[in-house]
C-alpha cells in the first residue's frame, strides 16, 4: 500500500490518478465523503446541471473531451492534508480538463502533477478553478516532461469576494515545446498570489500569466524565477490589469542565465482602467555572481557543488508561499531543479 493510499485510509485526503485516458487510481477518505466532498471524473460530474454550466466560463472554449477530475469541496471544510491529482501520458497524445470548485470559507491545499513518459508526445491540460465567498486554496501544480513532448497546459481562476488564492507552478524538467497560461480574475476584497519556478532546458517555452483585479480592494502578486540552460528559449510576459478603484498589485520577474546560448525575455506589464489603483513592477535578468562563486569555493566547494548551491539559493527565494505540509516535497524537488541545471 502506497503513502498515499495509507493517507486516505487514515481519513484525512484524496487522489485522483490518470494514465493516457485511463482512470489508474480514485480514492477519497470515507471521512471525507460523508463532509460531502467530491473528486470524481468530469465525464460523471456532468451529469449534475451546475457542474455542466460552469464549463469553459474561467477559460475560453476548447474542442476538448470530458477527460480529466471534478473535485468539489462543500462550504466550511477546512483540509490541510494535500489533495493529490496526477495525469501521465506515455503514449501518443493526452487532453485532459480539469475543474475544482472550493465553497464559501473552505479550505483546501492540492497538488497537481503532470508528467511525461516513454512514448508521450503532447499534453494538453486545461484546468478551472473556481474560489467561492471567503475560500481559500493552496494550488501547487508540478511538471516534468521528456525533451521531446510538446505541452499545453491553460488554467483560469475565479477568485471570488474576499477569497484566497495561492498558485505555485514548478517545472522540473521542461519539454521540447510549451505554451503556458495562467488568467486570474480577483473579485472584491479577494488576493491573488502566483509563484514560477521554471528550469529551461533545450526547447521553448512561453509563461504568460494575465491578473484582472476586477473587485474594490482586491489584490495581486506575482513571483518568477527562471534559470535558463544550454539551447533554451523562454519569453515570458506578464500582465496585471486594475479594473476597480483600491485595488494593489506587484510583479517581481528574476531570470538567471547559466548559458550564453539561451534567450530570455520577461515583459512585465501593467494597465489601469480606474483611478485608485496601485501596481508597481520589477525584473531583472542576471548570472551567477562571480565573487559569490569564488567566496563559496574558497570554502570548499568545487565549482559544480558552489553553483548548485547559488542556483537553489535563486530558486527558493521564490517559495515564500509553499503550504507548510509540502515544504519536505518542495525542497527536494528544489535540490533536484539546481542539480539538473549544473548538469
Not at 283 to 290: C, D, L, Q
Request: hydrophobic fraction near 40%.
Amino acid at each position: 500500500m502506497s503513502f498515499l493510499e495509507k493517507a486516505v485510509n487514515a481519513g484525512s485526503t484524496a487522489l485522483f490518478l490518470q494514465r493516457n485516458y485511463e482512470i489508474v487510481r480514485q480514492l477519497l477518505a470515507k471521512g471525507l465523503a460523508e463532509k460531502g466532498f467530491i473528486l470524481e471524473p468530469l465525464s460523471r460530474a456532468v451529469e449534475r446541471d451546475w457542474v455542466r454550466k460552469l464549463l469553459w466560463t474561467a477559460l475560453p472554449q476548447r474542442e476538448v473531451g470530458l477527460s480529466g477530475a471534478f473535485m468539489y469541496v462543500p462550504p466550511g471544510v477546512s483540509l490541510r492534508a494535500p489533495v493529490s491529482m496526477c495525469f501521465v501520458v506515455s503514449e501518443g497524445s493526452q487532453e485532459v480538463h480539469n475543474v475544482l470548485v472550493v465553497g464559501e470559507g473552505s479550505e483546501l491545499v492540492v497538488t497537481s502533477t503532470c508528467t511525461s513518459a516513454g512514448a508521450g508526445a503532447m499534453h494538453g491540460g486545461y484546468t478551472e478553478i473556481f474560489l467561492e465567498r471567503g475560500a481559500k486554496l493552496d494550488y501547487v501544480m508540478i511538471h516534468s516532461w521528456t525533451e521531446k513532448t510538446q505541452v499545453i497546459a491553460e488554467t483560469g481562476v475565479v477568485v471570488g469576494e474576499g477569497a484566497s488564492f495561492n498558485d505555485v507552478y514548478i517545472s522540473l524538467k521542461s519539454p521540447r515545446a510549451l505554451r503556458e497560461s495562467t488568467r486570474i480574475a480577483v473579485r472584491r476584497g479577494g488576493s491573488a498570489l502566483a509563484s514560477t519556478l521554471y528550469l529551461a532546458g533545450s526547447g521553448s517555452s512561453t509563461l504568460e500569466t494575465v491578473i484582472t483585479l476586477e473587485g474594490e480592494g482586491a489584490s495581486a502578486e506575482v513571483v518568477s524565477k527562471v534559470v535558463t540552460t544550454s539551447g533554451s528559449f523562454v519569453s515570458q510576459p506578464i500582465t496585471l490589469e486594475a479594473r476597480s478603484p483600491n485595488t494593489k498589485g506587484h510583479v517581481e520577474c528574476r531570470g538567471l542565465q547559466l548559458s550564453s546560448d539561451s534567450v530570455l525575455e520577461t515583459i512585465p506589464a501593467l494597465r489601469s482602467t480606474r483611478s485608485g489603483a496601485y501596481l508597481t513592477h520589477e525584473a531583472a535578468i542576471g548570472k551567477i555572481s562571480e565573487e559569490e562563486l569564488a567566496y563559496l569555493m574558497t570554502k570548499g566547494f568545487n565549482e559544480e557543488e558552489a553553483t548548485n548551491m547559488l542556483v537553489r539559493g535563486f530558486l527558493e527565494l521564490g517559495l515564500k508561499s509553499v503550504p507548510e505540509p509540502l515544504k519536505p516535497q518542495i525542497s527536494s524537488i528544489l535540490d533536484l531543479m539546481a542539480r539538473f541545471a549544473t548538469g
